[in-house]
């Protein structure tokens, strides 16, 4: 199945084109985005290759989907479902650029995702990956009904906080 393009009140979820991959680069090198992701930032020419599997591999093999996202016609972050190798369920990836922190569009993208999960995916359960400090994003999942599962300790000792949330009668 096509990756769908989605829409939110204030939200585009976009599948990415060639003359994205710029502003994917940008998201993904920046120090604050990498640091709540719970990721070391990646070396330009890494994310590049990244983005053109997405091209060439992702949405040709319907892997899994993802999106760019966009606010009056500016690019402001990214978006997945993919199956997650934590746990046998699918995660919901958001990212938006710290710009556009603070404005309620990273509760409404991940708003869209679960409706995307539950309406055309026909999940009953999708997960979520929060690291431990990002207490932002741990109020928005406990806000959206998201529950703790587990935390997972990464060999630097980091903690990343895995949540569930079932679909039915949620967000």
Not at 56 to 78: K, R, S
Not at 136 to 158: H, Y
Request: charged share 25%; net charge negative.
């Amino acid at each position: 199945m096509k990756t769908p393009v989605l829409y939110t009140e204030r939200l585009e979820f976009r599948p990415y084109r060639p003359v994205d991959e710029d502003a994917f680069v940008g998201l993904l090198r920046d120090e604050e985005v990498c640091r709540w992701m719970g990721q070391e930032r990646v070396p330009e020419a890494d994310i590049r290759v990244l983005f053109r599997a997405i091209l060439t591999d992702v949405y040709p093999q319907h892997l899994f989907d993802v999106w760019g996202l966009w606010h009056e016609g500016a690019y402001v972050g990214h978006a997945e479902v993919k199956k997650t190798g934590n746990v046998d369920g699918h995660e919901l990836v958001a990212a938006l650029a710290p710009a556009h922190w603070g404005k309620g569009l990273g509760t409404e993208a991940v708003r869209g995702l679960i409706r995307h999960a539950a309406d055309n995916l026909g999940l009953t359960e999708v997960y979520g990956m929060v690291g431990a400090r990002n207490t932002a994003s741990i109020e928005m999942s406990r806000k959206l009904g998201f529950r703790p599962v587990r935390d997972v300790v990464a060999e630097d000792g980091t903690v990343t906080r895995m949540l569930v949330l079932p679909l039915t009668g949620s967000a």
